[in-house]
DNA sequence: TTATGCCCTTAACCTATGTTGTAGCCGTAC
DNA sequence: GTACGGCTACAACATAGGTTAAGGGCATAA
């Protein structure tokens, strides 16, 4: 095994940063991702990098810059799915689905890594490790919908829009672009309504009800968290669905185990239990 | 490569046949499949099969019945985030996450098989097609979970329902457990309104809108959709976002491509395009 | 400079949906 | 048989959040 060639250190990308949460990444690994990291898009602010109902082409990851995933209704109505922060993926499962059931924003400039679908079944098949990581990343996204599910079902607009603020700060935190309860939030009312399933005048209110309460401070797109405690409390927020607590390197050790290869005789009997 | 012991033919289970409308299964890939589920449970209905907040424990693959994935605030309010049917697993991710963040409660007598975590882990190692394949499972039930989120969002509550009971019928006629526009639904209104987002009195209401206009009859648990076009066309059905156009066996394309291991030597050059 | 467009803000009013309360049906326990 | 509990049904009323309308700030463009 080559040792990861020494004559370009591969560079620590977000995506790299968010497997190693999970994984400590060897260096044949490493360096594959940063292969993979290799062909570079830049693009503006308010663009698409995918479209509801397009084919699927390449294969996303972002590296820096926000976007949104966001599905539409044919009379316009609009739903904002999820942020799409660095490292995050777009369009994973290109390979297997046919066309794309949402639409992908960006908010900011962005830069993006291109590569064609085909590498993840590469991948699959060469870095079990890396898939499971990666397939675990697609968990903890649908783990995180499943709680914005939560919030438009049960959860009142206050409670909601402080949800989501204690949301972004935590996610942001771990990527380090929000410092002691500030962030930018590059993002309009429209946006935050379309993200809370609101209208742009209730969202409206429902800002001018936190900031009045002393909870929140905004100038322009910077958002000041004055007490964090007290609105995740609002927001009956409980960060479990995060799933940030990196379960002491369990991946890690479940695959450094016993390196035999899976038994796959059939009815095969012993090795069973538990 | 031993082909799969004959002296007992695996049975195709329900996981066994959703698998198999994206990949052409070996024989070896088939005995495995069949020897994960080996350990059969059953449980009686309303009773949980993984509880928000406890550890998680074994994975679990509903082979029969129905099963209901939701979560809880601290107050009581609940919002189911999707039904469990067969050949749908349960905790795939318990070697990666610490506690559960939601519940699975059965609705009808169920069959479940378990096995311990590391068989994932095992299978990723082993299996790199079975678990690009349930990787992909577990991206299309996220993209059902993110076109509920839609519904909550942005549709009234007469397009939810509706949106609803289409997505259903089309979900079990693939698994043949509706047919010609009828179905079970073992399901309270009380569950119902969990779904969506209202209030048990709204969905008792908008059922009766939806039975006046005559688009569906209930009688008991049984549902019949008398004009699933007009129904689909209330609900702003797009089944897109079920992916049910099994893409050609692209997966099966892609696998089957040419054999060699990635390279992984870093920045190496060559290889990239398309 | 004015014009234009985008966004935020607020007020007044409206309606879809929530709440409360009552009744009836049906199956099970005893 | 009666009592009970779980579920459906529906009427009357309450309200959270939607809609419409209007104005203001602040960029950028000409």
């Not at 479990?240 to 059939?266: T, V």
Request: hydrophobic share 40%; aromatic share 6%; charged share 25%.
């Amino acid at each position: 095994m080559t040792r990861a060639s020494a004559r370009s250190v591969p560079e620590a990308t977000p995506l790299w940063l968010k497997l190693s949460s999970y994984l400590i990444l060897t260096d044949e690994e490493k360096a594959y991702l940063s292969e993979l990291e290799r062909n570079i898009l830049r693009q503006p602010p308010r663009s698409d990098l995918l479209q509801q109902g397009e084919k699927y082409r390449d294969v996303r990851v972002m590296r820096e810059g926000w976007a949104i995933r966001h599905k539409a209704l044919p009379d316009g109505r609009r739903q904002v799915v999820n942020f799409v922060l660095p490292g995050d993926i777009i369009g994973m499962y290109s390979t297997l689905f046919e066309s794309a059931d949402h639409s992908v924003t960006t908010l900011t400039a962005v830069e993006v890594a291109c590569f064609p679908p085909d590498r993840i079944v590469e991948l699959f098949r060469g870095f079990p490790r890396l898939a499971a990581a990666l397939a675990w990343s697609g968990a903890r996204e649908e783990a995180i919908v499943a709680e914005r599910l939560l919030s438009l079902g049960r959860r009142t607009a206050l409670e909601r829009t402080a949800h989501l603020i204690v949301e972004l700060l935590r996610r942001l935190t771990t990527v380090n672009m929000a410092d002691n309860g500030h962030f930018t939030l590059p993002v309009t009312q429209e946006i935050l309504a379309d993200a809370l399933g609101l209208s742009i005048v209730h969202i409206n209110r429902t800002l001018r009800r936190l900031r009045d309460s002393g909870l929140i401070e905004l100038n322009g797109q910077r958002i000041t968290v004055n007490d964090v405690r007290q609105l995740a409390s609002v927001g009956q927020f409980d960060e479990l669905y995060l799933h940030l607590i990196r379960a002491p390197k369990r991946l890690e050790r479940a695959f450094s185990g016993e390196e035999r290869r899976p038994h796959a005789g059939g009815a095969g009997e012993g090795r069973r239990k538990m």
